[in-house]
T-cell receptor, first 109, second 113 residues
Framework: DAKTTQPNSMESNEEEPVHLPCNHS???????IHWYRQLPSQGPEYVIH???SNVNNRMASLAIAEDRKSSTLILHRATLRDAAVYYC??????????FGTGTRLQVFP | DTAVSQTPKYLVTQMGNDKSIKCEQN?????MYWYKQDSKKFLKIMFS???????INETVPNRFSPKSPDKAHLNLHINSLELGDSAVYFC????????????FGSGTRLTVV
């Protein structure tokens, strides 16, 4: 299974945009890029996913590099409620999400 | 309406006991999963069922036995509980193609004393 690399932690101030990077240099052509987040004491929560084109939804935007070897999750205006661990995961033919250590996002008022 | 519900939310039990955790999803998904999150917060897949058939078994001790009576339910039975089984167990569901997201339950915190 292709692996992803994310920074261990990032910080942001409230109401500022946050760009969470993810490297996945060994991605295969059929792998989808998924993002999940886990708030304290809760289960992981689906955020967004994409294959080749940039994607937007009510929670976030996903920017995918042209070569697909990296992607960036964009939170347009961080809130205190966005403080969580964010996981970038590749989902392909094996049908299992393999979680790494993720990026712990701290948001300051 | 809770999409993926697990019971119980908390479970404290003694070593050697047998316990079960139940999971139900009302999303019409065809695949269900059990994940374990240990004390270091590392999430690892244990099992996956597609339409009641086991498709992933990640070298989990055979004291752990999943059972799927129908595609909306996936229960986890654990025999002879050990201290190392203490963890948070998450149930999840999805459609099988990789362009679908998973929906996770809120977890069952199991403490073995």
């Amino acid at each position: 299974d292709a692996k992803t690399t994310q920074p261990n932690s990032m910080e942001s101030n409230e109401e500022e945009p946050v760009h969470l990077p993810c490297n996945h240099s060994t991605i295969s052509g059929t792998d989808y890029i998924h993002w999940y987040r886990q708030l304290p004491s809760q289960g992981p929560e689906y955020v967004i996913h994409g294959l080749t084109s940039n994607v937007n939804n009510r929670m976030a935007s996903l920017a995918i590099a042209e070569d697909r070897k990296s992607s960036t999750l964009i939170l347009h205006r961080a809130t205190l409620r966005d403080a969580a661990v964010y996981y970038c995961i590749l989902r392909g033919g094996t049908d299992k999400l393999i979680f790494g250590t993720g990026t712990r996002l701290q948001v300051f008022p | 309406d809770t999409a993926v519900s697990q019971t119980p939310k908390y479970l404290v039990t003694q070593m050697g006991n047998d316990k079960s955790i139940k999971c139900e999803q009302n999303l019409g998904h065809d695949t269900m999963y059990w994940y374990k999150q240990d004390s270091k917060k590392f999430l690892k897949i244990m099992f996956s069922y597609n339409n009641k058939e086991l498709i992933i078994n990640e070298t989990v001790p055979n004291r752990f036995s999943p059972k799927s009576p129908d595609k909306a339910h996936l229960n986890l039975h654990i025999n002879s509980l050990e201290l190392g089984d203490s963890a948070v167990y998450f149930c999840a569901s999805s459609h099988q193609p990789p362009n679908y997201g998973y929906t996770f339950g809120s977890g069952t915190r199991l403490t073995v004393v």
